[in-house]
C-alpha cells in the first residue's frame, strides 16, 4: 500500500511559477512510474506529466510541454513538478499518482493517487 500526498499548490499570478511536490509512504515508490493529473471545474481528469522510475524517462502534455518539467529523488520517495510560465487555463487540482510495470499516460492505468492540490492562476 502507498499514500500519496502532494503539497505545494497555491495561487499566483499568470508568468508567475509552482513547484508541486508528491511525497510517498510505503510500498516500493522508488520502482513506480508516476504521474501528475489535473482536473479542473466541469472537466475531464487530464494527464500532466509522467516519469518513469529512474527519472530517466518523461513525457509531457501537449499544453505544458516546455514550461513544466517533473523530476524524481527516490532516495527521498519525491517527485516535484516544477510549473514555470503559468496560465490562467493551467488553474486545476493537481494529483499525483503511481502505477507499476507499465508506463502510461491514461489514468486508468494508476492504482494509487493523492489527495490533490489546488493551483489558482490569476490573470
Known amino acids: 500500500q502507498v499514500q500519496l500526498i502532494e503539497s505545494g499548490g497555491g495561487l499566483v499570478q499568470a508568468g508567475g511559477s509552482l513547484r508541486l511536490s508528491c511525497a510517498a509512504s510505503?510500498?516500493?515508490?522508488?520502482?513506480?512510474?508516476v504521474g501528475w493529473f489535473r482536473q479542473a471545474p466541469g472537466k475531464e481528469r487530464e494527464f500532466v506529466a509522467v516519469i518513469n522510475y529512474s527519472g530517466l524517462n518523461t513525457d509531457f502534455a501537449h499544453s505544458v510541454n516546455g514550461r513544466f518539467m517533473i523530476s524524481r529523488d527516490n532516495s527521498k520517495n519525491t517527485v516535484t513538478l516544477q510549473m514555470n510560465s503559468l496560465k490562467p487555463e493551467d488553474t486545476a487540482v493537481y494529483y499525483c499518482?503511481?502505477?507499476?510495470?507499465?508506463?502510461?499516460?491514461?489514468?486508468?492505468?494508476?492504482?494509487?493517487w493523492g489527495q490533490g492540490t489546488q493551483v489558482t492562476v490569476s490573470s
Open positions: 510505503g510500498g516500493t515508490f522508488r520502482t513506480a512510474v
Open positions: 499518482a503511481a502505477t507499476w510495470g507499465i508506463y502510461s499516460t491514461d489514468s486508468r492505468r494508476y492504482n494509487y
